[in-house]
């Protein structure tokens, strides 16, 4: 068929129709009522609704009726090969291939002057206008960008069809009305390649990272058309009757199906889950052998899930002691020197105090003052009995004994305050000394870590002789995240590893979690109390804290250099068959040495590449370096 004469014959339809028709999204989309006859949704059939070429208007970009531009429409191709139009040898339409009909194209232009119709039915003045952008209002992107998914892309040009002005002119002032024009250059600036170099890459990236574009098809990236529209890529699809894309393509150099192709879709891992993988298929199974691609089974370990923070130890604060002298005195011996273990009640320095000679004084006096009390009170208690002497010089006896055995008992606890034993306290008694010696002791077993007493030096209660401190425990002063802080709590086990102790692991628990964090470091205060047995933990270590979150799971490990990272993401090869491999999206836990823990995406019997990855990586990648999908 003459496709100026179709033209002519559409605008006159369209007359006939009303100026009313108003044009209508082409609706692309899988559910719309097929052609029988030309195999192509009737929503889009240009053969069959011929009042499609005048409401779209002409294709800029391609010089033909936007309703029969096969180069933005490709969806359309089977409806010209259904009509007989169709030039094999230039794969476009018979009546549209200027190699075969040179200046074909100029008798459509001239049959869309003579009509009068302009660049775009869309401009016809009884159609209803965008008043915000200057256009009208069933092709503004701007107003409905649900023409931006129901158009797709454009093949021709590499940006969304709805937004292409080099095929839809009407559209450049709703552009200029939102500020979005390159003057210099007279396109959009959004789709300026000049200005912006690779800027429709980016387009075409974001159709590719969706997995299929913006219509849920896989996209051909070195012939630029729809997977399921590459004749090239899949002559298989010549002839054959459309799907609505949605027919399964078989990826006839790999042998794979073209969504499981990794070396023609490489695009698609950034999509896949852990678990999820793609095909790379090798060039043979010898290739294999001599790229030295060697595979094994992971490794089955148990691992406990935890959180990993720093930490420094100091030690324990309950059982630490400030040994200070209970009476001003002088220092007159030191008896122990830094580092001694004690046993409690060891005596440390002798201080030499007026303060207990008085004391020791009193409590010697007081013991008389109450034996004369008491034999007061018992000689007026045998004359009350026999009546010789008056009730009243009793009572002041009793009276005087009580206030003597007061003023002892308060006397003996002087000296207990001073730090005296019972057994002390008794040897003053029985032998009446008032001595001015003052014996400081260690409240507990412990180990003396810093000293400050020196003999002749005149001291007071409050100044610290030595520091006592129990070193069975220690405390490890801990700093946890915040994001972690919800799931540590009290009671915890905990393992440390200290940089100054190599290859020694302190276990202990948490004892004590801060009720808030830290405004500037969003950092959550810690304290676990851990052992220290042999004493080599110090005050002051910095290390590496394990705080035990649950009990120990199953979990597989393999050798780091399994693991591949492609745009961020850890994958592994797992061996499908002789030349075929699987690049499986996998969850990386912890590392130890030399291997890493797989904690989810592969299983137990995979073969996991463990030599040759980075061949396995490159065979991947080689599509990206203009080496996937060749022409057959």
């Known amino acids: 068929m003459n496709h100026r004469l179709l033209y002519a014959v559409a605008l006159a339809f369209a007359a006939c129709l009303g100026a009313g028709v108003t044009s209508s999204v082409i609706a692309e989309e899988p559910g719309s009522e097929e052609c029988a006859k030309h195999q192509v949704a009737e929503a889009i059939c240009p053969f069959c609704r011929p009042e499609l070429i005048k409401d779209h208007g002409f294709c800029g970009g391609h010089g033909v009726p936007e309703a029969l531009c096969t180069a933005c429409r490709p969806a359309i191709v089977a409806a010209f090969k259904a009509e007989g139009d169709w030039c094999a040898g230039h794969d476009v339409p018979e009546s549209q291939c200027e190699l075969c009909h040179p200046g074909i194209k100029d008798q459509w232009k001239q049959g869309e002057a003579e009509s009068g119709a302009g660049a775009t039915g869309a401009e016809e003045p009884d159609r209803e ?239 008389v003052d109450e034996r004369l009390a008491a034999l007061a009170h018992d000689r007026e208690k045998q004359l009350l009995a026999k009546a010789i002497s008056p009730e009243q010089r009793f009572q002041q006896a009793e009276s005087e004994y009580e206030r003597a055995k007061i003023v002892r008992v308060t006397a003996r606890q002087r000296l207990a305050n001073f730090g005296f034993t019972d057994e002390e306290i008794g040897n003053i008694e029985t032998t009446s000394s008032s001595s001015s010696l003052l014996m400081v002791r260690a409240p507990y077993a412990g180990t003396l870590v810093e000293r400050t007493a020196v003999a002749g030096e005149a001291v007071k209660p409050g100044n610290t002789l030595f520091t006592l401190a129990d070193l069975s425990t220690m405390w490890v002063e801990l700093a946890i995240p915040e994001s972690d802080a919800g799931r540590v709590q009290k009671g915890l086990a905990v393992e440390a590893r200290f940089q100054g102790l190599p290859g020694v692991e302190v276990n202990g628990e948490l004892v004590w979690l801060h009720s808030r964090v830290d405004e500037r470091t969003r950092l959550v205060k810690a304290r676990a109390e851990v052992q220290n047995m042999d004493r080599r933990l110090r005050d002051g270590m910095f290390g590496e804290v394990r705080v035990i979150l649950d009990d120990a799971v199953s979990t597989l490990r393999v050798p780091k250099e399994a693991l591949q990272r492609i745009e961020q993401q850890p994958y592994v090869f797992v061996r499908a068959a002789a030349d075929l491999f699987d690049l499986r999206r996998v969850v990386v836990g912890e590392q130890n040495g030399h291997t890493v823990e797989i904690v989810a995406g592969i299983g137990p019997d995979d073969a996991v590449v463990v030599d040759g990855t980075f061949t396995m990586k490159s065979e991947f990648l080689k599509s990206r370096l203009g080496a996937g999908c060749v022409d057959d």
């Open 129 to 367: 206008e965008c008043a915000e952008h200057q256009v009208a209002e069933a092709i503004c992107p701007f107003c409905r960008p649900e023409l931006i998914k129901d158009h797709g892309f454009c093949g021709g040009h590499g940006v969304p069809e709805a937004l292409c002005t080099a095929c839809r002119p009407a559209i450049i002032a709703a552009f200029k009305v939102e500020g979005d024009w390159c003057a210099g250059h007279d396109v959009p600036e959004s789709q300026c390649e000049l200005c912006h170099p690779g800027i429709k890459d980016q387009w075409k990236q974001d159709q590719a990272e969706s997995g299929a574009g913006k219509s849920g098809r896989l996209w051909c990236r070195e012939h630029d058309v729809y997977e399921d529209e590459c004749l090239i890529c899949h002559p298989e699809l010549k002839g054959a009757p459309k799907a609505g894309g949605k027919a399964e393509l078989f990826c006839r150099e790999h042998a794979v199906a073209e969504r499981e192709c990794g070396i023609c879709q490489p695009q698609l891992a950034a999509g896949l889950e852990p678990g999820e993988s793609l095909k790379v298929r090798t060039a043979s199974p010898e290739s294999v052998e001599k790229a030295g691609i060697r595979t094994a089974t992971p490794k089955s370990s148990q691992v406990t899930p935890n959180i990993r923070v720093s930490g420094e130890a100091r030690y324990n604060q309950n059982r630490l002691a400030r040994i200070t002298p209970l009476a001003a005195g002088v220092i007159r011996r030191v008896l122990v020197d830094v580092g001694a273990e004690v046993a409690p009640g060891d005596v440390l320095v002798e201080v030499a105090s007026s303060e207990v000679a008085e004391a020791k004084r009193d409590y010697l006096v007081a013991i």
